[in-house]
């Protein structure tokens, strides 16, 4: 029985950070599609040079294109103990597509984790965010980590979505589109919310306490049990 773990929240809550850390820590593949888009661009893949546009300008690419690219992805075996998915859904009707591949993957409960920050944090932290132009770990140079990465010694780079003009565009975007999304989930028994403002660690703590909880109270869902109390 697989464990399927989705992160939402807005550009700078921390979700890359933490699902990277939950997907190693649980040895599980971290999915992240903004990654694959990237990815994508490096690799001149058509398909991700007509998205680049789109990103460039903070935009969503188009739902057909992202469910392809998620289905694609999970179907590959790696991801036959579950998965920690990250920057998908982002739309109602991508979530509509996503729940139609869960059933029929039948492989363990989904568990969808809001990672939530104040819209002041997000902002800043999106604009004094830094990625590894060589191995794609997220920096904060005002931690102290300069322009070199901690971990490999690769350049820190800004990228081109995190300058300010497009910070703004997609926090109206995650508003407008992505929040919706919260109240897709929100009734189901494998919903909750996590604390994103205190420090990595502490998320990390809460986040993970919150996953097994919610995993279990899904297994037993899926049983027919009634739900815990308290919830
Ligand atoms: P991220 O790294 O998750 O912030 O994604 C970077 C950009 O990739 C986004 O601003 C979108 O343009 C695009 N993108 C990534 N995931 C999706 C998705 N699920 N739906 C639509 N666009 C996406």
Do not use: W
């Not at 820190?156 to 109206?172: G, I, T």
């Amino acid at each position: 029985m697989g464990l399927n773990i989705i992160m939402l929240g807005a550009p700078g809550a921390g979700k890359g950070t933490q699902a990277e850390r939950c997907a190693r820590q649980r040895g599980l593949p971290r999915i992240s599609t903004g990654d694959i888009l990237r990815q994508g661009i490096k690799d001149q893949l058509p398909v991700a040079l007509v998205a680049k546009a789109k990103m460039d300008r903070g935009e969503l690419v188009d739902d057909e294109t992202m469910v392809t690219i998620v289905r694609e992805r999970l179907a590959r075996p790696d991801t036959n103990a579950g998965f920690v998915l990250e920057g998908f859904p982002r739309t109602v009707s991508q979530a509509r597509s996503f729940d139609a591949i869960i059933e029929e993957r039948r492989n363990g409960p989904l568990v969808v984790v809001n990672i939530v920050v104040p819209e002041e944090d997000l902002v800043r932290r999106l604009a004094g965010r830094r990625i590894c132009s060589k191995c794609g770990t997220n920096a904060e140079p005002a931690d102290g980590s300069g322009t070199v990465c901690q971990r490999c010694g690769g350049t820190l780079e800004q990228r081109a979505d995190d300058s300010d003009q497009v910070v703004v565009e997609r926090l109206k975007v995650y508003t407008r589109t992505t929040k919706p999304l919260v109240e897709y989930y929100r009734g189901r028994p494998t919903f909750r919310t996590v604390n994103g403002a205190q420090p990595p660690d502490s998320v990390a703590r809460e986040l993970d306490a919150t996953i097994d909880e919610a995993a279990q109270e899904g297994a037993r869902a899926a049983l027919g049990a009634p739900r815990s109390l308290g919830r």
